[in-house]
């Protein structure tokens, strides 16, 4: 009996030889990825997707205009809503995820806004009485609702952003206002077209004093007839590099008012008569944020995993040259350059998927808390999660572009479906907080850290490996330290000596008399690289930490084999930080590498069972490349026939303008 539990008759026998030789269960590895009862609803969920029509796309999106894309995703969601309980269970996060995977593809659910942050500002920063009032009818879809926050003129600094919300102690109503183009609300999922409210940040002003940005819901269409609101100017901002069936829209109040409990006051407060309350932590008004940013992690990781899918399959289903003369064409995935772009894929999707789910469960732990008012690890939280947004979007970016050139030609055509997912996945280097801008705000963290620890404070777990100075010699190959460890601790020592290193040229510029804004300045750079280093620490042992506490030996031995080709992968790209104190020698970075190849020589004979084990499936993927039966060639060929250019033989624009011209060409002989 096969491991592989996707093997069909009619398959590619490339892509079957490739199953044959898998030395684990792909139905064990699907378990410990998804949990058992998920693993096997995932798969019927795919099976009645594929039955019901509504919910399937008639023709590949990219051959459709902007409007009829918003059209056909407009249509499915209703079917989604009407119908889709009858395939999942609503209150599972997972299944309806699932459900939207496979019904949507690479561009999501067209409402995601409402419901990633939409719902999640009200049900974080709305007191009892508001989330009673808003949420029931929210959760229905009796309205769409976004999160209205960027604008034209400002998204990174929050603090310049110049939408006002005056209080009018007359009428206790908040005036909702535009004072500058540059005001104009831009960006905003849904806005576009679709969402009847926003929660629209704003700065609140009080009798002449403001209070900065804060959070307002004001409806900007009626619910019935979808008209703009009085006062209120909306739409489209036009085509985009991906995510082209999001209405992101702009938007413009004049003077709209709202009524004073429009304003979110779990914890911050307006009474009748205009006094203000604080909250306990001056950035609660970005809850919103942290929560997209604590979940986008897993997202990310499935579009590198549907990336790498596509990617292993195709490699082994095409063939092209010789290693040995004679022998006859490869598979290319016999290369070992293919083997290092796309086994370093899989390893880094592996390991952000599976680092993902404790992001997640760190995030829900301390999110209950501050809901409760108890913000002491709200730093450690926004740091982890600033660092990690713009690390797993970044590295997955790189990932899925190797992925996309590994498949060469055919790799640049849509018909791989690794265009769309890099366009859609790309964008989470900008949204929620340019990366740049994000790992600067971790850097304070980490710099406050060497600082707490010079002045024998304690410090937060995950930067406890700042106090360890004795780990300062590479111990790779020595007895007693496996490869694992040696890694980690080398991990542990680049990020620690570049936070001190940085630091220490921080406060010896500050010392010779430089403004602390200026001094942080000329290291931004320096800054940024300490916090990936961190960042990818913190990703490597909770990775490692995650694959240790797998029961199963055989899924646990398949996964060490990725962690440990993800440790050497980090270690090889940052081994420059380990000359510097001279932490390691050469040799022994060449002994990194060489395990490193030897782990894609390992990972090889599986390389397809990995990617089949996360289970998407070809409806989710729609990728002719990816296809689970390895049929690439015929399909390629039907893709581009049903491509709209070949409804007829002779193209209209053809007749029209080259015809006349070629003609004219002739008649001058
Ligand atoms: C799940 C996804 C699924 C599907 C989605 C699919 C598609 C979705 C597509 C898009 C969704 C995207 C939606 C959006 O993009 S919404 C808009 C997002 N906007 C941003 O992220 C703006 C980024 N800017 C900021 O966050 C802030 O302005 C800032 C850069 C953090 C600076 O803020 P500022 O108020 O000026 O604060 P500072 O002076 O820099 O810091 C003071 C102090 O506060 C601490 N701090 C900052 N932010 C937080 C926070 N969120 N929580 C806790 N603490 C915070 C900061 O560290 C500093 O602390 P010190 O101790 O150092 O003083
Ligand atoms: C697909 C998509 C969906 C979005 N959805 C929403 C949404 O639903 N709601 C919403 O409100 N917004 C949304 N946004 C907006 C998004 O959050 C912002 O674009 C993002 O926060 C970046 O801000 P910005 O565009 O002002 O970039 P800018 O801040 O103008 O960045 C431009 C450059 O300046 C640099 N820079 C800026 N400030 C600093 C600094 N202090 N230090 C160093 N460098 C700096 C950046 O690093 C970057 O290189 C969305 C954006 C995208 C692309």
Redesign the pocket.
């Known amino acids: 009996m096969p491991l592989n539990h996707l093997i069909r008759d009619g398959d590619n026998p490339d892509i079957t030889e490739e199953r044959q030789k898998a030395t684990f269960s792909t139905e064990e590895l699907a378990i410990e990825i998804y949990g058992e009862p998920l693993a096997q609803r995932r798969r019927e969920i795919s099976a009645e997707v594929l039955k019901r029509p509504e919910l399937l796309d008639d023709c590949p999106h990219v051959f459709l205009d902007r409007t009829t894309k918003v059209e056909n995703s407009m249509k499915k969601t209703v079917a989604v809503m009407e119908k889709g309980s009858e395939i999942c269970d609503f209150t599972s996060r997972e299944e309806l995820g699932h459900l939207v995977c496979e019904v949507f593809g690479d561009d ?2 067209p409402l ?2 409402h419901f ?2 939409f719902l999640p500002a009200i049900q974080g920063q709305a007191d009892d009485e508001q989330a009673e009032q808003w949420i029931p009818r929210a959760m229905r879809l009796e309205f769409i609702g976004t ?1 209205a ?2 604008e034209l003129g400002h ?5 310049a952003l110049e939408t006002t919300a005056t209080y009018d102690k007359r009428t206790q109503e908040f005036i909702l206002h535009t004072p500058t183009v540059s005001a104009y609300k831009w ?3 849904n806005l576009g077209k679709t969402a009847n409210y926003v929660i629209a940040n704003a700065q609140l002003y009080i009798d002449g004093k403001s209070h900065g940005p804060h959070n307002f819901l004001v409806q900007i269409r009626d619910e019935n007839t979808h008209q703009p609101m009085p006062g209120i100017t909306v739409g489209d901002i036009g085509p985009k590099f991906g ?1 082209n069936t ?1 209405d992101n829209g702009f938007l413009r109040f004049d003077h709209v008012r709202i009524p004073r409990r429009n304003m979110l006051m779990r914890h911050s407060k307006v009474s009748a008569d205009g006094v203000y309350s604080p909250p306990v ?4 008004s ?5 929560f ?1 940013r604590a ?2 992690i897993r ?1 990310l990781a499935h579009v590198v995993l549907k990336a790498a899918t596509i990617a292993i399959r195709y490699s082994c289903v095409r063939r092209q040259g010789e290693i040995k003369t004679g022998n006859g064409e490869v598979k290319i995935l016999e290369y070992q350059t293919q083997q290092h772009r796309l086994f370093t894929a899989l390893a880094r999707g592996f390991a952000y998927r599976l680092v993902g789910d404790e992001v997640k469960n760190l995030y829900e732990k301390i999110a209950e808390e501050v809901k409760h008012g108890n913000v002491e690890q ?2 450690d ?3 982890l999660l ?1 660092g990690m947004k713009s690390i797993v979007s970044y590295d997955s970016g790189k990932a899925i572009e190797q992925c996309r050139m590994a498949c060469g030609g055919h790799g640049y055509s849509h018909a791989s479906g690794i265009p769309e997912m890099y366009a ?1 996945e790309i ?1 989470g280097c ?5 990366n740049m ?2 790992l600067q ?1 971790q850097a ?2 980490l710099v ?1 850290g060497i600082h707490r620890l010079a002045h024998g404070e304690e410090l937060s777990t995950m930067l406890q490996y700042l106090a360890n100075t004795s780990n300062n010699k590479f111990r790779i190959g020595e007895s007693g330290v496996d490869l694992e460890n040696a890694l980690i601790l080398a991990l542990e020592y680049i990020a620690r000596s570049t936070i001190e290193r940085v630091t220490a040229r921080l406060d010896s510029l500050q010392n010779k008399g430089l403004s602390a804004e200026n001094a942080w300045n000329e290291n931004a750079v320096e800054l940024t690289r300490a916090s990936r280093t961190h960042t990818r620490l913190w990703i490597a042992r909770c990775f490692r930490d995650r694959v240790h506490r797998i029961e199963n030996h055989a899924i646990r031995s398949a996964l060490t084999d990725i962690l440990e080709l993800f440790l050497t992968y980090e270690v090889v790209d940052m081994s420059q930080y380990l000359y510097q104190g001279g932490y390691a020698n050469s040799d022994q970075v060449a002994q990194v590498k060489d395990a490193m190849y030897k782990l894609l020589e390992k990972i090889r004979p599986n390389a397809v069972s990995y990617v089949d084990a996360y289970e998407v499936s070809d409806t989710e993927l729609r990728s002719v490349l990816g296809r689970r039966d390895g049929n690439v060639y015929d399909n390629l060929l039907k893709w581009a026939k049903s491509n709209p250019l070949n409804r007829t033989e002779v193209l209209p624009a053809v007749e029209k303008h080259l015809m006349p011209m070629m003609l004219a060409a002739k008649s001058k002989l």
Do not use: C, D
């Open positions: 999501g659910f995601s806004i990633v942050m999160y926050q960027t998204g990174t600094n929050l603090r960006w905003p999922g995510l999001n932590h001056p950035k609660l970005y809850g919103a944020m942290i997209v979940t986008m997202m709200l730093a939280l926004h740091a600033s859609v964008a900008t949204y929620e907080g340019e801008v994000m705000q304070r963290y406050k």
